[in-house]
């Protein structure tokens, strides 16, 4: 133990940054060439690591690629949402997240992932069926309306940040947020009437 070092304070082990650093660059890889043409040795050269410490952590490269699409969509707590006002929660949190920074490399990889690759797609799918029901609280969340939430939150990444259409691109997180929550309170509002 250095002088700076207490007893309270935990060193990160060698391995929990070994572990990170290979994510870290997997996912740089995958989003810049796909599943196909990624190999464990580039993503071991990417994060200055032998390749056979991605086989010690990942074993191959699926695994390796489903460790890099493990993404918590962190949806906002419905308890903590005024009544009325999930839906435009829900928009606000997506913009965020697709556009918050490299911390969110993950969930465009997974969504650029998902257009050309099974094993993507499923973990997609996986993901929000997990994740959007809770979300929704108090609503009885159906099957039904966690798939049209989904495709709403999932079309709007696909035409503004892959797509890339100048129409959408070119709107603020605000325009956003007041066009898009209608659409996705209007599926709130009917499965909780139903």
Same mark, same amino acid.
């Given at each position: 133990?250095?002088?700076?070092?207490?007893?309270?304070?935990?060193?990160?082990? &060698?391995?929990?940054?070994?572990?990170?650093?290979?994510?870290?660059?997997? &996912?740089?890889?995958?989003?810049?060439?796909?599943?196909?043409?990624?190999?464990?040795?580039?993503?071991?050269?990417?994060?200055?690591?032998?390749?056979?410490?991605?086989?010690?952590?990942?074993?191959?490269?699926?695994?390796?690629?489903?460790?890099?699409?493990?993404?918590?969509?962190?949806?906002?707590?419905?308890?903590?949402?005024?009544?009325?006002?999930?839906?435009?929660?829900? !928009? &606000?949190?997506?913009?965020?997240?697709?556009?918050?920074?490299?911390?969110?490399?993950?969930?465009?990889?997974?969504?650029?992932?998902?257009?050309?690759?099974?094993?993507?797609?499923?973990?997609?799918?996986?993901?929000?069926?997990?994740?959007?029901?809770?979300?929704?609280?108090? !609503?009885?969340?159906?099957?039904?309306?966690?798939?049209?939430?989904?495709?709403?939150?999932?079309?709007?990444?696909?035409?503004?940040?892959?797509?890339?259409?100048?129409? !959408?691109?070119?709107?603020?997180?605000?325009?956003?947020?007041?066009?898009?929550?209608?659409?996705?309170?209007?599926?709130?509002?009917?499965?909780?009437?139903?």
């Amino acid at each position: 133990m250095t002088a700076g070092d207490s007893e309270d304070t935990p060193v990160p082990r &060698r391995s929990v940054r070994t572990r990170s650093a290979i994510l870290e660059a997997a &996912r740089r890889r995958f989003a810049a060439q796909g599943f196909e043409r990624t190999t464990i040795r580039a993503v071991a050269a990417d994060a200055g690591i032998d390749p056979s410490l991605v086989m010690r952590y990942y074993g191959n490269k699926a695994r390796l690629f489903d460790a890099a699409l493990d993404i918590d969509l962190d949806l906002p707590d419905p308890s903590t949402v005024p009544p009325g006002a999930l839906a435009e929660a829900f !928009v &606000r949190h997506f913009l965020h997240r697709w556009e918050g920074g490299p911390a969110d490399d993950a969930l465009l990889l997974l969504l650029r992932s998902a257009v050309t690759n099974e094993r993507a797609a499923q973990r997609m799918r996986d993901i929000f069926a997990a994740q959007v029901a809770p979300a929704l609280g108090a !609503v009885s969340a159906d099957a039904d309306q966690v798939a049209l939430i989904s495709t709403q939150l999932l079309g709007l990444a696909l035409t503004r940040h892959l797509l890339r259409l100048p129409a !959408v691109v070119g709107m603020t997180p605000q325009e956003i947020v007041t066009a898009y929550a209608p659409a996705i309170h209007n599926v709130i509002a009917r499965e909780a009437a139903a």
